[in-house]
């Protein structure tokens, strides 16, 4: 298939390479447009009120790739607009691997991650939005060192693009186009080839506080928080099936907003 791939921790992302690696060696034609500098927590947004460039990536993905200075959702409509070959037709948008998960209604409108497959739904087009957990300690060696992978965190990488690589053509060929849905896959800490996946439903997580008070100059700084978790024990949510070591595979169908319950 042609694919197009993005994600909203930038371009240089290891998890971005691992996952392009493994649609490749698939043998999926890919064309990769990402944010030049990390997007994480910005949704959906779109940069209206600044002209965005975009220049062909430096990095050798072995396929056509372009950095933009963006966000997500404005990497895939740059590129399905403007940057693609006149003559390809993209078969499905394929966001990440995002570097930790994006699992729970607390979180799963804030990613960028899933705002950049969202962004392939608005055009028609088969979205699926990727993501691994990581512990908290992994998270941050990662952070501080220029996202260095380590060797265990090397085999569970592996896995997940593995099992990405898979996924994609099976859930394109479920998905009609124009269904406005996102499918959305968190793989696991530890991620193995026997790991098996579920389907799920965005857990309810209520997450207040995401910010500390005042410093002396006034500003605010974020603070991650997991949030409270007040799910039912049914039917089986994207948390609680990451947390027992399954991939979880929760379809976001965007078409039942606002639909009557009766």
């Not at 699992?103 to 962004?119: D, H, M, Q, R, V």
């Not at 965005?202 to 997450?207: F, H, L, N």
Request: glycine residues 8%; contains cysteine.
């Amino acid at each position: 298939m042609n694919l197009l791939v993005t994600n909203d921790d930038g371009i240089d992302s290891p998890f971005l390479h691992a996952l392009t690696h493994a649609l490749r060696a698939s043998g999926h034609q890919l064309y990769i447009a990402a944010p030049k500098t990390e997007q994480s927590w910005i949704g959906c947004a779109k940069s209206r009120l600044r002209p965005v460039a975009s220049a062909v990536a430096t990095r050798d993905f072995g396929c056509h790739a372009w950095t933009i200075d963006g966000t997500p959702s404005d990497c895939v409509s740059i590129a399905l607009a403007h940057l693609l070959p006149r003559e390809v037709q993209i078969d499905a948008v394929v966001s990440g691997i995002n570097i930790g998960r994006n699992a729970s209604l607390g979180f799963i409108l804030a990613s960028g991650t899933i705002a950049g497959a969202w962004e392939g739904a608005v055009h028609g087009l088969p979205a699926l939005a990727f993501s691994q957990d990581l512990t908290a300690a992994q998270f941050e060696a990662l952070r501080s060192s220029g996202h260095r992978v380590e060797a265990d965190l090397q085999h569970t990488l592996a896995a997940a693009a593995s099992h990405a690589a898979r996924l994609v053509p099976e859930l394109v060929a479920t998905t009609p186009p124009r269904r406005f849905i996102v499918h959305n896959i968190n793989f696991p800490m530890p991620c193995t080839a026997d790991t098996p996946l579920r389907r799920t439903v965005p857990s309810k997580v209520i997450v207040p506080g995401l910010f500390g008070p005042a410093a002396d100059d006034g500003t605010h700084r974020f603070i991650f928080k997991l949030g409270e978790d007040i799910s039912p024990a049914s039917p089986l949510t994207d948390r609680a099936a990451i947390e027992s070591g399954l991939i979880s595979h929760t379809v976001l169908d965007y078409t039942a907003l606002g639909e009557d319950p009766s």
